[in-house]
């Protein structure tokens, strides 16, 4: 078990986790770690390697050998090559929920995540870091929203981007990833046992990083280490 505090945000795909999850690191003075990040870091090594769906486990294994992963300041890099635009693309989005479904993945990112949590305190976000990754987290959260605000929120983001898409896509894109994200075998999506839970559809990211800090501060007094 980790010594260090980690506080873990779980939910589904569009509900604001990256954006929280690094301010309240930075108000907090906590690292940050985007394991979304790595799933598509991964998702993009795999297909630069011509990797398709119905690729054995044995392939990805045979290729996640001569992977060299990193996340450092926000940024994710794939054997040194920093990829962290890279990897926002909606097809790297598609085969990283894909992909993430595959044991040998999973296996592969879960001791690079936990490693980068046992450094120092840490704010780490995902689909199963309160359930799988960190189940003794000494903070749980999951920031859920509408389908229909989910969905809003990836086509803005997008746009900014540049990259087009129509609204009915991202609802659509949205709606599919959250099947795959819940629906697998392996660690799906589900609320952690002892998360705070909050549905953020009509919240403001400073009205939910406000509310967090209000948990947090709580479970600081709790705890006598403050932060
Ligand atoms: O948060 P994101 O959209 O960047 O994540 C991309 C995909 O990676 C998501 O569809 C599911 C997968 N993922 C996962 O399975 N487990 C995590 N801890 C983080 C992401």
Not at 26 to 40: I, K, P, Q, S
Not at 207 to 218: G, P, Q, R, S, V
Request: with cysteine; hydrophobic share 35%.
């Amino acid at each position: 078990m980790s010594r260090n505090r980690i506080i873990t945000i779980d939910g589904p795909s569009g509900a604001g986790k990256s954006t929280v999850a690094r301010l309240l690191a930075e108000r907090l003075g906590f690292e940050y770690l985007d394991t979304g990040a790595l799933y598509r870091a991964v998702a993009l090594y795999l297909r630069r390697r011509g990797v398709g769906e119905d690729v054995s486990d044995e392939t990805i294994e045979e290729l996640l050998r001569e992977l060299n992963i990193g996340f450092s300041g926000g940024r994710v890099y794939v054997d040194g090559e920093d990829v962290s635009e890279a990897v926002r693309t909606p097809e790297i989005g598609h085969y990283s929920s894909v992909f993430s479904a595959r044991r040998p993945v999973r296996e592969f990112l879960l001791s690079i995540q936990r490693a980068h949590a046992e450094r120092c305190d840490t704010v780490v976000e995902g689909r199963d870091m309160g359930t799988v990754v960190f189940p003794d987290a000494w903070m749980k959260f999951f920031l859920d929203a509408s389908l229909q605000e989910r969905a809003k929120r990836r086509y803005l983001q997008l746009q900014r981007k540049g990259i087009n898409v129509t609204m009915e896509e991202a609802v659509r894109d949205v709606q599919q990833r959250d099947e795959r994200d819940s629906q697998r075998d392996i660690a799906p999506l589900r609320c952690p046992t002892g998360a705070v839970y909050m549905d953020t559809t009509s919240m403001g990211i400073e009205d939910t990083i406000k509310k967090m800090l209000e948990f947090i501060e709580k479970q600081a007094a709790g705890s006598c280490t403050g932060y």
